[in-house]
């Protein structure tokens, strides 16, 4: 099975700060990368499919990067209804794995 | 689109649930339905997919055995049906459609919580 692992669980950010999450998968996944978002209550959200994509109605500060093993989600100055849980994962093969995870919360 | 999902269920130990997803809006057969798992305060874990065009599945290995996803085509509605439940299983699960080209899981439902107790 393919690990990711998204180096932090949670993060304490500013309103307006730029944020970078990172995902690394355990082999190359060959782009096959999506980010999801998820605030308490609701289902996830996609974001990013691709690893770069934006899915139509993302607010353009979100935009995804990285190749191989390592991807990025970054958000530019971070907005209040930014504050969720996002979730990176990998459709190059079954099982479908997740990263762990990182929270945003603000300082 | 929209996947409509069954209501919260209390369960007993030992006992089986089913749990449907109501598809809308889309042609059923041309999408995979997936199916997430998620323990309260915890991260996602996939648990398997359905084709529903030839009823063709795929388990997350760990959940084997405990699992089962079928589907009707007449009512466009993909189920998962848990057994032998214990408090693991307490959660919530989700279904999810992939994108036809990719993987990715571009639509989900709301949501169904589980919840396993005497």
């Known amino acids: 099975d393919i690990q990711m692992t998204q180096s932090s669980s949670s993060f304490s950010v500013s309103l307006g700060d730029r944020v970078t999450i990172t995902c690394k998968a355990s082999e190359d996944i060959y782009n096959r990368l999506a980010w999801y978002q998820q605030k308490p209550g609701n289902a996830p959200r996609l974001l990013i499919s691709?690893?770069?994509s934006l899915e139509t109605g993302v607010p353009s500060r979100f935009s995804g990067s990285g190749s191989g093993k390592d991807y990025t989600l970054s958000i530019t100055s971070l907005q209040t209804e930014d504050v969720a849980t996002y979730y990176c994962q990998q459709y190059w093969s079954t099982p479908h794995t997740f990263g762990g995870g990182t929270k945003l919360e603000i300082k | 689109v929209q996947l409509q999902q069954s209501g919260a269920e209390l369960v007993r130990p030992g006992a089986s649930v089913k749990i449907s997803c109501k598809a809308f809006g889309y042609t059923f057969t041309n999408h995979h339905i997936n199916w997430v798992k998620q323990r309260p305060g915890q991260g996602l874990d996939w648990i398997g997919y359905?084709?529903?065009?030839?009823?063709?599945?795929s388990y997350n290995q760990k959940f084997k055995g405990k699992a089962t996803l079928t589907v009707d085509k007449s009512s466009s509605t993909a189920y998962m049906e848990l057994s032998s439940l214990t408090s693991e299983d307490s959660a919530v699960y989700y279904c999810?459609?992939?994108?036809?080209?990719?993987?990715?899981?571009?639509?989900w439902g709301q949501g169904t919580t589980l919840t396993v107790s005497s």
């Open positions: 359905i084709n529903p065009y030839n009823d063709y599945t």
């Open positions: 691709g690893a770069t």
């Open positions: 999810a459609r992939s994108n036809g080209n990719y993987l990715y899981f571009d639509y």
